[in-house]
């Protein structure tokens, strides 16, 4: 506290101990010091703690789960428990990174949640995982797991997800650290026959072992070598340095249709219901029962392997679409296939309008495809095409009406002509 050779005590920072001298200014309290760039550096501190108390450590807001799911609600039709549960989910994860980033080793690690989607093609499931990656502005990548080889085969690899993340990442490893991998038909890793669709053997088991460290959370090389696809066809990544990805902050969601699922839960269900050991054997983690009841043995049964089933914590389900919902997904999302028709109609300067049963001979065709919502799109589109050839010669049209024929029979749509005031079949050479 006293400078020697002075003869007069000159105060120090009780903190950083430079002295009155050294630095800017120096706060003095009862007993205590402070300098200017303690004070800072406690602000700094503070700032940090509040920030991983409120969710976000970068200034951001984490967005909370119900406005993740009001974003969700404008593009994505129904599925109200998948909705819910990723929120929560989505939620937790980015809570968990953004903890971890502001104590860095200090915290508690909280447990992975990476995610796994059930449910038949066309359901949303990727229509929902790409709406919250677009919402939470992360890095995006979508992965056919059936491409996938282990390390040593021909094709690609594991780490080539991460590769492809990093891309999408503008190559920033930290920004990709903290993206979404979107795992496509991870069913069709299963071995099991007990898989309707059939399942890939051995080389699939090979690729769930291969998946296993990335999704529970490690430290990847990514040399120039891996990295040189994506930047020959990217910007090009300059650096031949390798780069490190740490993949704890990486959220995965799998997905797949799991066709033969279900037999196996009913099968399971109601072996349990005879009392066939059914009570002796307690209930295998009800906790983790996803929506529609199905439990990770039974996706062990389905030809997973449990270690794999192990590292999605959050297991939920998406249900086949029926005809209100398709109905509802033809005109309401944001970016519905109705409204997209129209607004290039409008282009034109014509209003495009379809009759109700118009709209409920695509959804029933769309049923009969049995491709879920996917198909909307491709109906309304053959439907049409006569329409938009005729449509820009044909000047004074100002209204196109689809009655249903359109659809089932390629028939003319209902065209009202300016000033004429009333509707009549235009000759679409005319
Ligand atoms: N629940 C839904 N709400 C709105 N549109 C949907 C929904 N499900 C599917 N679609 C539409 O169908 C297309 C295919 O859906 P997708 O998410 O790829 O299905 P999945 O991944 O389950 O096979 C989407 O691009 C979207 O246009
Ligand atoms: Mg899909």
Request: with cysteine; net charge negative.
């Amino acid at each position: 506290m006293t400078s020697i050779g002075s003869g007069k005590p000159q105060l120090a920072c009780s903190f950083c101990g430079k002295r009155a001298d050294e630095v800017t200014q120096l706060v003095e309290g009862p007993g205590v010091q402070i300098c200017d760039g303690c004070v800072e550096l406690c602000n700094e501190a503070v700032e940090e703690a509040r920030g991983a108390a409120q969710g976000g450590s970068d200034g951001s807001e984490l967005p909370r789960p119900w406005e993740l799911r009001g974003f969700l609600d404008g593009y994505v039709i129904g599925q109200d428990t998948a909705k819910r549960a990723l929120c929560v989910a989505v939620y937790n994860h980015y809570k968990r990174v953004r903890r971890a980033a502001a104590l860095g080793a200090a915290g508690v690690e909280l447990a992975k949640s990476n995610i796994l989607l059930l449910g038949p093609t066309g359901s949303g499931k990727t229509l929902l995982t790409q709406s919250l990656a677009r919402v939470l502005d992360v890095p995006y990548v979508a992965v056919d797991a059936t491409g996938l080889t282990e390390a040593g085969y021909v094709g690609e690899d594991v780490d080539s997800i991460l590769s492809k993340l990093l891309h999408a990442a503008g190559n920033d490893p930290r920004k990709a650290e903290t993206g979404i991998v979107y795992l496509d038909e991870v069913d069709k890793l299963a071995r099991s026959p007990q898989s309707a669709t059939g399942g890939r053997d051995v080389s699939g088991e090979g690729v769930q072992q291969a998946l296993l460290k990335i999704l529970e959370g490690t430290v990847v090389t990514l040399s120039s070598g891996d990295r040189g696809a994506q930047a020959v066809r990217g910007r090009g990544y300059q650096s031949r340095e390798p780069v490190r990805i740490d993949t704890s902050g990486i959220l995965f969601i799998a997905a797949g249709a799991f066709s033969g699922l279900e037999e196996i839960v009913t099968k399971r269900q109601s072996r349990g219901s005879m009392g066939f050991g059914g009570a002796l054997v307690p209930e295998d983690r009800p906790d983790r029962t996803g929506a529609a009841g199905v439990t990770p043995a039974d996706l062990v049964k389905f030809g997973l392997i449990p270690e794999f089933i192990g590292r999605f914590p959050v297991i939920t389900a998406l249900r086949k679409l029926d005809r209100d919902d398709l109905l509802r997904i033809l005109t309401e999302p944001r970016d519905a296939p109705v409204k997209q028709y129209q607004a290039l109609f409008e282009l034109d300067g014509v209003q495009l309008e379809f009759e109700p049963e118009a709209l409920e001979v695509i959804a029933d065709e769309a049923i009969r495809r049995e491709t879920g919502a996917r198909g909307l799109r491709g109906i309304l589109e053959e439907s049409l095409i006569p329409t938009m050839y005729d449509i820009p010669s044909l000047r004074d049209v100002v209204r196109v009406t689809v009655t249903p024929d359109v659809v089932t029979d390629g028939a003319e749509p209902v065209f009202t002509l300016e000033e004429a005031g009333g509707a009549r079949r235009a000759a679409s050479g005319g």
